[in-house]
């Protein structure tokens, strides 16, 4: 059964932090790139950061830069999203993805249940 499982999100004052985990199981984990999706009231989900395996390839959206950092640790099977100096507008539901390209075209891909991420004064 695959499972993801994400921690660490909670209320916190403009330009604090938060750590999110995203720990895993049932799949091969070492194949899959991680990435974190995030989604505020009304809007639309989007791309966060994501880390490819190995975790020489990251990518992150233009208005995290420089403020979030992606990792992955396999021997925990488990991803990271350290976030430093939030803004409100950081406030969404954040969501991990799992997902993986065969060469063949098919695709997996799996997701947790998120974990709100809520920045206020």
């Known amino acids: 059964q695959v499972q993801l499982v994400e921690s660490g999100g909670g209320l916190v004052q403009p330009g604090g932090s938060l750590r999110l985990s995203c720990e895993t199981s049932?799949?091969?984990?070492?194949?899959?790139?991680i990435r974190w999706f995030r989604q505020a009231p009304g809007k639309e989900r989007e791309l966060v950061a994501g880390?490819?395996?190995?975790?020489?390839?990251?990518t992150y959206a233009e208005t995290v830069k420089g403020r979030f950092t992606i990792s992955r640790d396999a021997i925990k099977r488990a991803a990271y999203l350290q976030m430093n100096n939030l803004k409100p507008e950081d406030t969404a539901v954040y969501y991990c993805?799992?997902?993986?390209?065969?060469?063949?075209?098919?695709?997996?891909?799996?997701w947790g249940q998120g974990t709100q991420v809520t920045v206020s004064s």
């Open positions: 993805n799992a997902r993986l390209r065969i060469l063949d075209g098919r695709e997996f891909e799996y």
């Open positions: 880390v490819g395996n190995p975790a020489i390839y990251t």
């Open positions: 049932g799949f091969t984990f070492q194949g899959y790139a």
